[in-house]
């Protein structure tokens, strides 16, 4: 399955560069394109305009996340090109211990603001704390 499948399911599109479309967005009443469709890397990235969910649009295309990875011949890119195969960095229960300490720091952080005891020290951690927990958000690929 590859971009050639959701295109065929959607209204009004149209091409705008060369791996990148524009079409009505299946998730909402949609008289204008607002959802931008492009391939890149071996996957295929959706964004409406609007702000629908990428769940919402795969499930009104009737498709599920996996269709926005198309399977390729491993160890190929799409060119054809030797390419080993992606590996996460870390696991992801790392991250989420990780995460979930820099939170713990933000809390002690506030009850100290709180009760006006945070120190020049304690407000670069926060901000240390605050860094990092953006950092695995974008890494992830989540914005707020």
């Known amino acids: 399955m590859g971009v050639d499948i959701i295109l065929s399911r959607l209204d009004k599109v149209?091409?705008?560069?060369?791996?990148?479309?524009?079409?009505?967005?299946?998730?909402?009443?949609d008289r204008s394109p607002s959802l931008s469709i492009r391939?890149?890397?071996g996957k295929i990235l959706l964004h409406c305009f609007t702000g629908c969910d990428v769940g919402e649009i795969l499930a009104a295309l009737d498709l599920d996340v996996?269709?926005?990875?198309?399977?390729?011949?491993?160890g190929c890119t799409p060119e054809g090109q030797s390419q080993k195969p992606e590996r996460?960095?870390?696991?992801a229960a790392d991250v989420l211990?990780?995460?979930?300490?820099?939170?713990?720091?933000?809390?002690?952080?506030a009850k100290a603001m709180q009760s006006g005891e945070l120190n020049e020290g304690e407000y670069e951690r926060l901000?240390?704390?605050?860094?990092?927990?953006?950092?695995?958000?974008d890494?992830?690929?989540?914005s707020l």
């Open 139 to 142: 890494a992830a690929g989540v």
């Open 97 to 109: 211990r990780c995460v979930a300490f820099e939170a713990l720091v933000v809390l002690a952080s």
């Open 39 to 41: 391939e890149t890397d």
């Open 14 to 29: 149209r091409r705008t560069g060369r791996d990148s479309w524009m079409a009505c967005c299946p998730a909402h009443d």
């Open 88 to 91: 996460r960095p870390f696991p």
């Open 66 to 74: 996996s269709a926005l990875f198309p399977e390729r011949p491993h």
């Open 127 to 137: 901000a240390l704390a605050v860094a990092r927990i953006q950092a695995a958000l």
